[in-house]
């Protein structure tokens, strides 16, 4: 509306009758009150008050002004009430991205989400590429790793990814348990370099690779499957996986919750990152 500050300004001189009483309930100085009211009534060609020593009287038409701007300021305040009220329902499309490790402790918090907030419904991107935030891509990334330092992005500490150095049972014998005389599977060049994939990268054999990748969870569903030795989450062992070697407590990494600061206070974002941080799940696999 072009002229909306001067007819504020103007409804509540019509209100209250006074520039003064006017400018100090909206936090202006006097002056501008009159100003407002003079450029509105050469906008209109038309008085609207009648100045007299007591202040200011409405004239037929200031009274219509009064009414009209009265049932536009109550529209105004319906608007905001409505687009406060939608703000505070979670629902509608939550879009999150993760790799997929985070998948399965995920899916548990997401069916709680869904259990407390039926009117959502979830797009989950299963993917080790990072997804533009500030593109709308995703509300909420899970990511494994050095905390991200993007200025316009909102990070929060979710746990930690824990890996072991594993073999599968299969290639274990009383003379064979050590990485070093086991089958070995080995990030090639492209994988990233991690605490767990560089420390196999200087210990591997040439003669002992059975598998290379520059995939992560392949490699890790290599190790799972038995193919050689390697890192692997704790997550995917079981009895049939041995922990072999010594305990490496660098080779934890953390994981981080990251939204982007325009994202990060709408109600669906501020429900799933609540559950997740008051969940006994947790994000530590």
């Not at 209100?15 to 006097?30: F, K, N, V, W």
């Not at 629902?91 to 899916?107: M, S």
């Not at 990070?155 to 890996?163: A, D, E, F, R």
């Not at 990494?253 to 941080?277: C, N, Y």
């Amino acid at each position: 509306m072009k002229n909306w500050n001067e007819i504020r300004t103007a409804l509540e001189v019509a209100r209250l009758g006074t520039t003064l009483g006017a400018a100090e309930s909206l936090g202006i100085h006097r002056a501008t009150v009159t100003r407002h009211i003079d450029t509105l009534e050469a906008e209109l060609g038309t008085k609207l008050f009648q100045r007299h020593a007591r202040g200011f009287t409405s004239t037929r038409m200031g009274e219509q002004l009064l009414r009209i701007a009265t049932s536009t300021e109550e529209q105004f305040g319906e608007l905001q009430r409505l687009a406060l009220g939608a703000e505070s329902e979670v629902e509608g499309l939550l879009t999150i991205t993760a790799i997929d490790i985070l998948v399965d402790p995920l899916l548990q918090l997401i069916d709680c989400f869904r259990d407390l907030h039926p009117s959502t419904n979830v797009q989950l991107i299963v993917s080790d590429q990072t997804l533009k935030l500030h593109y709308g891509e995703a509300d909420i990334a899970f990511r494994v790793g050095p905390k991200p330092n993007h200025p316009d992005n909102v990070v929060l500490p979710m746990g930690q990814l824990k890996i072991g150095l594993y073999a599968h049972e299969k290639l274990l014998s009383d003379s064979a348990k050590g990485f070093d005389v086991l089958p070995q599977v080995v990030p090639d060049h492209l994988a990233p370099s991690t605490p767990y994939f560089d420390w196999v990268r200087e210990n591997s054999d040439a003669a002992k690779v059975a598998l290379k990748s520059n995939h992560v969870a392949t490699l890790w569903q290599a190790v799972e499957r038995g193919l050689g030795a390697g890192p692997m989450p704790n997550s995917l062992s079981d009895v049939r996986h041995l922990e072999i070697g010594e305990k490496h407590d660098g080779w934890a990494e953390p994981i981080w919750a990251i939204t982007h600061v325009d994202l990060h206070r709408t109600s669906r974002v501020q429900a799933f990152v609540g559950l997740l941080k008051d969940s006994a799940l947790g994000l530590s696999i």
